[in-house]
């Protein structure tokens, strides 16, 4: 059938001509568009992986120097006071005060106890002062019981006595305020640990801006090739399987990181409880902390060898900005721009 009047009209009819001299505006505008969004969207998915994974090494770095060793040598250092009396009422009773090297042992915990708490004094913000002194006092006490007074029975056993309720009186003692000291800097690496909702929100906010990046890139491959009659874009592609691993790899190590710091808050929540059970054999203890402390440090240790992929994901979230004002930018730049 041979084009009739009507057909000559359609095809050079002004809606048929503005249409055929549209229709490359329109592919340039949308594809326009498809450019702004995607670097807006990987800007702004690289911000907040960047910030998120940023207070992720933090906090670790924060648990593994401070909040973890603070607590461990709260416990050790409480339980190196309570072993130290043991140890003194002990040489006291089988008569063995002023027998060379007999006193080494209450001595050596008594000089355990004050390195521990100047090793902590750098690790946590509450005020060790009465605790120091209290400390002192006792190491006095404790040694003018066992030496000063070792011929004089009754003076020695007034400062055993003196020594113990320094030590165990309630709320006001050595051991009692060492244990108060210990169950706060306890939340404090609870605290530290846990992830709060800004931290959440960075996360959510990194997700759904690379899943709409992802959206919006595979758009974009479909119409390059739908409108523009090209093959895949390179760029484009390694852009999308770029920002599917950014999407999935940071976030699996930070689980893996939560995991691991969550097991080291066990384990602190674990020291804290032995210090308390076994007070009356603070030597089996020390042992239990020193075993529990050496978990603690391996799972930390663990934790903090993620921060290399949360640098290579930040160098991908970069890559992900450049690869597609790379692609679609030469693409318009070559179709469109340069024919204005």
Request: glycine fraction near 6%; proline fraction near 3%.
């Amino acid at each position: 059938m041979t084009n009739g009047p009507a057909t000559v009209w359609r095809r050079h009819s002004p809606a048929a001509y503005w249409r055929r001299r549209l229709r490359p505006w329109r592919t340039r505008r949308l594809l326009e568009a498809h450019l702004v969004a995607l670097l807006v969207l990987t800007a702004v998915a690289s911000t907040a992986l960047f910030l998120s994974c940023r207070q992720i090494q933090r906090s670790t770095e924060a648990l593994a120097s401070r909040e973890a060793p603070a607590v461990q040598g709260l416990a050790a250092t409480r339980l190196a006071a309570l072993r130290a009396h043991q140890e003194a009422e002990a040489l006291v009773e089988m008569r063995l005060v002023g027998v060379a090297g007999s006193g080494e042992t209450y001595r050596s915990q008594l000089s355990a106890a004050d390195q521990g708490l100047s090793r902590i004094a750098d690790r946590t913000d509450q005020d060790l002062g009465t605790v120091k002194g209290l400390l002192a006092t006792y190491s006095n006490s404790l040694g003018l019981g066992t030496s000063l007074y070792r011929d004089q029975p009754l003076m020695q056993q007034q400062k055993l006595q003196e020594a113990k309720s320094l030590l165990s009186r309630s709320t006001v003692g050595l051991a009692p305020r060492l244990d108060a000291l210990q169950r706060t800097q306890l939340r404090h690496a609870e605290a530290t640990a846990a992830m709060g909702w800004w931290q959440r929100a960075g996360w959510w906010i990194a997700e759904l801006a690379l899943a709409a990046a992802a959206l919006t890139l595979l758009s974009a491959l479909f119409v390059l090739r739908d409108r523009c009659g090209r093959d895949w874009n390179p760029s484009l592609l390694v852009a999308f399987v770029l920002t599917v691993l950014l999407a999935v790899a940071p976030l699996s190590v930070t689980y893996f990181t939560q995991d691991e710091r969550g097991g080291a808050v066990a384990d602190l929540r674990q020291i804290t409880a032995l210090s308390r059970q076994h007070a009356a054999a603070p030597a089996v203890a020390q042992q239990h902390v020193t075993e529990r402390a050496e978990e603690v440090r391996e799972q930390l240790a663990t934790a903090a060898r993620t921060d290399t992929v949360y640098l290579v994901a930040f160098v991908g979230s970069l890559m992900a900005i450049v690869l597609p004002a790379l692609g679609l930018g030469s693409r318009l730049d070559n179709d469109y721009w340069r024919r204005r």
